[in-house]
């Protein structure tokens, strides 16, 4: 044993340092979880305000410790490196795991040790936890509103249909990837309003009709987000050529209609689809909530999607321009084969981001009285039966949102990686 | 080739000119049979109706115009609050993400990665009916701070109650022009001798020291009133004095903030990632110290990158806040486009006022911000 020093922990006496350093590691984090957890306070000798930071100062010590450069054991320099740099660094570090201690362990109480699985009624729920049994008797609701159980069959069917057809463009042969642009843009949807129209729908063919009122849940969410997607894509694209144009009638209408859609609130749009609208079309024509939405949302996030575009359209460098101008290509040729499929790929991240939004902009569509899956939620909230659980309704809501966006933002970065190119 | 510019430019012409001419013909037969006249006449009308939070003086009694100033006043409070706090929760995480500390920059991600990907209504929504319903009552609320309650009725804090509260204005104005000025004098010493002054501290002082003379001199004189529980009925309490937040005002400000906050932070990250390893090297190698480097060099570049698109998202948060209506925050759009119009059914001057205010501020903020980034772009020669 040479000289033991606590105040700058070396390589020499590295087994007591590090015992000693788990040690008081360990006691900060007994400490923290006794305290919170056990209502007992083992410093409690010690005077008030020392004893509710001890857990960091016993985690501070142990950190400062084991803080030994070069050790030869990987784990340890590996761990030293990552969060454990200098003090400040450690404290923080130290924080952030009391934190995270101090946050799971309610959370994971209420979702699952807590909470209630098994039963059919609210009655079942008895635990302090979430009741789950809540989210079990109102799924079908949540997923398709209104829409008679009956005649569910026909939502799943078309879904499956509309999901096989769009991932049979994937394994298309080689020789007919030229039509692919034509089958996504103008095939597809054509079909899939078919679909909906005869399917969901329904009046024909001897399915019962089913007004679109009726429609809801989380299909309802899907069903505007496919269409606005699909169609605010190529109207996005028109309006920023349009901003680029030469033609001082095109360019400027273009700007003020994208100005326009940028500067206001989707909601006031909504408003403005449902009660302004009606006003401008000739008396006794209607046309169906659903569609104006649809409409709205689109031309809504087309004026977004158009600046995306516009920006890969400035980043391109005039030399594309010169160069394709100088084989003698028109505007449309020179557009459509060389410009587009070059700025379209720079902004892969921007357009993924609208499209994000636009998914996360479809429970606005209450405002016209269309429920999807928020607005099931707010519904089945205030129904006699089951008051008092609208927090594991906006959870559930929450995560299936979740998951559907952060998977989408995950394969736009894949795209974007694959699509990039070296200049 | 001359007709191939006209053409285009013709039919756009013409196409816009059929839709809107059929729209107004349709809107002029829809209000000429129904019996209602285009005009703005109804703003002076009486409102009669309640709003229950207001910054101004307002009842019944006033005018629909009184209501609209309302509204439009309830929405850019929050805007403002929720801008401050998104900007400050937002360059914190931006920057903890940068951390070589794996758990700090794991957390951070955690959090931007979860509140951007759920939709904004959805969280003020959870805020409102679950969280804060969850919230006790006033007579059970424990005192925070020595000085609040966080009730289900919203939170209860202290409020200062000024005398003379226009000569301690006056005077922080008088203060900050000042401050302007010696900044512009120790600026141009600094240039012309090379005699530097310790400018930060001498702007604090000024800052302090001028609007608390007035207390001295100017007869300005700050108390602090608290919330005191009383009871109405039997079962039924309140809070007197203070000041009171509703908890509509507090779900959607903690909504906007902490979504907002995510799009910020990933601003602030890419900015500061986008300051070249060599600018610091070289800052360093000149002899500057670390938080010269980080406010001569990093800091300044930085914000060119950050800038525009962080104005981007005050102006989405602008126009989110109009989802208050959603949980009947009376906000422009729930007070002027929800009640006003249900009330008068003048659907087209409504929602077009309502409109054209949200153009008017969207525009506003996006010219000065082109302004802006003209004034700090770099001078490429």
Redesign the interface.
């Known amino acids: 044993m040479n000289n033991v020093n606590f105040l700058k922990p070396n390589k020499e006496n590295l087994n007591l340092y590090l015992v000693l350093g788990a040690l008081f590691f360990t006691l900060g984090i007994v400490d923290f979880c006794l305290n919170n957890f056990y209502k007992t306070n083992i410093t409690g000798f010690l005077p008030g305000f020392i004893s509710f930071f001890t857990p960091l100062i016993f985690g501070l010590i142990g950190l400062h410790l084991i803080r030994i450069e070069f050790s030869g054991i990987k784990l340890l320099d590996e761990l030293n490196k ?2 454990n ?1 200098n003090n400040f ?1 450690a404290a ?2 130290v924080s ?2 009391i934190l ?1 201690i101090f946050g799971v362990a309610p959370l994971l109480n209420w979702f699952i040790l807590d909470a209630t699985f098994v039963g059919d009624s609210k009655e079942a729920c008895t635990g302090g936890g979430a009741c789950w049994v809540y989210i079990k008797t109102w799924f079908n609701r949540f997923m398709y509103g209104m829409y008679p159980n009956a005649e569910q069959w026909r939502v799943n069917a078309t879904f499956i249909i509309v999901l096989g057809l769009m991932a049979a463009g994937y394994f298309f042969p080689l020789r007919y990837k030229k039509y692919l642009t034509f089958y996504y843009v103008i095939f597809l949807p054509i079909i899939s309003f078919l679909l909906i129209y005869y399917l969901i729908s329904g009046g024909e063919f001897g399915l019962e009709w089913v007004e679109t009122g009726a429609w809801g849940g989380l299909s309802l969410t899907f069903i505007v987000s496919f269409f606005s997607l699909i169609f605010c894509f190529p109207i996005g694209m028109m309006l920023a050529l349009g901003r680029r144009s ?5 360019k400027y ?1 273009s700007l003020s209609f994208i ?2 859609w ?7 749009v909504l ?2 689809s449902a ?2 609208f009606p ?5 006794g024509t209607y046309v169906d909530k659903l569609i104006r939405v649809i409409v709205a949302i689109t031309l809504f996030e087309a004026a977004y999607t158009a600046e995306v575009i516009r920006g890969g359209l400035q980043a391109l460098p005039r030399g594309q321009y010169d160069a394709a101008k100088s084989l003698g290509m028109g505007y449309w040729r020179l557009h459509l084969l060389v410009i587009l499929p070059q700025a379209l790929k720079l902004v892969i991240p921007g357009i993924a981001n609208t499209f ?1 939004a636009l ?6 569509i ?2 016209v009285g269309l429920l999807e899956l ?1 607005g099931m ?2 519904l089945a ?1 205030t129904n006699p039966k089951w008051l008092g659980f ?2 594991e309704g ?2 559930f ?2 995560i299936i ?2 998951i559907i ?2 998977s989408m ?1 995950k394969y736009s970065q894949k795209l974007e990686l694959k699509f990039k190119t070296d200049r | 080739m001359k007709f191939k ?1 006209i053409l ?3 039919l ?2 013409l196409f ?1 000119v059929l839709i809107f001419g ?2 107004t013909m ?2 002029q ?3 000429d ?1 129904r019996g209602i006249q285009f005009g703005f006449g109804f703003l002076k009308q009486e409102a009669s109706f309640d709003i229950q939070f207001s910054l101004i003086d307002y009842d019944g009694s006033r005018s629909y115009a009184r209501a609209y100033l309302v509204g439009l006043l309830n929405t850019l409070l929050v805007s403002v609050i929720g801008i401050i706090l998104s900007t400050i929760l937002g360059v914190i995480i931006g920057v903890a993400r940068l951390s ?5 920059n794991k ?1 951070a991600s955690f959090y931007v ?2 509140f ?8 003020i ?2 805020w409102y ?3 804060l ?2 919230l006790p009552m006033p007579e059970d609320a424990p005192l925070i701070f020595g000085s609040s309650y966080m009730t289900i009725k919203g939170l209860y804090t202290i409020a200062p109650v000024w005398n003379n509260f226009d000569v301690f204005f006056g005077a922080l104005i008088i203060a900050m022009i000042i401050i302007f000025f010696f900044n512009k004098f120790a600026k141009r010493k600094q240039e012309e001798e090379g005699k530097q002054y310790p400018k930060f501290l001498i702007s604090l002082g000024i800052f302090i020291i001028i609007p608390a003379l007035t207390f001295i001199v100017g007869g300005v004189d700050l108390s602090w009133s608290f919330p005191e529980l009383k009871q109405l009925a039997k079962t039924s309490f309140t809070f007197e004095g203070g000041l009171g937040i509703p908890p509509e005002l507090i779900a959607l400000t903690l909504a906007l903030t902490l979504y907002t906050a995510t799009f910020i932070a990933e601003n602030v990250r890419a900015g500061i990632q986008g300051i070249g390893k060599g600018q610091k090297e070289a800052a360093a190698s000149i002899g500057l110290t670390p938080s010269q480097v980080l406010k001569l060099v990093v800091m300044p570049q930085a914000l060119r990158i950050i800038i525009p698109p962080t104005t981007n998202q005050y102006l989405n948060l602008t ?2 806040s ?2 208050a ?2 949980i009947a925050y009376p906000d422009l ?1 729930l007070v002027f ?1 929800g009640t006003a ?1 249900m009330q008068t059914g003048r ?2 001057e409504i ?1 077009g006022i ?2 054209a205010t ?2 008017t501020i ?2 506003s903020i996006s010219a000065f911000m082109n302004w802006y980034n003209k004034r700090i772009a770099i001078q490429e020669k």
């Not at chain 1, 940028?262 to 006031?268: A, D, K, S």
């Not at chain 2, 951007?116 to 969280?123: A, G, K, T």
């Open positions: 990552n969060i740099t660094n923080l570090s952030i795991i995270i030469d033609l001082a009638v095109v209408s100005e326009f940028r500067g206001v609130p989707l909601i006031t408003f403005m009660v302004m006003m401008f079309l000739p008396d994000l998914v996360k902009d479809t429970p606005l209450f405002v928020v939620l707010n909230k609208s927090m906006y959870v809501a929450g949102f979740w966006c952060y933002s | 510019k285009p430019q013709f756009t012409l816009i059929f729209f349709n809107a037969e829809n209000m049979t070589p500390n794996y758990l700090i957390t990665e979860f951007r990907n759920v939709p904004l209504l959805l969280q929504f959870f009916f679950a969280a319903r969850a126009k989110n109009s989802l209506a959603a759009v486009a119009m659907a087209i929602v309502t409109m949200y153009l969207s525009l």
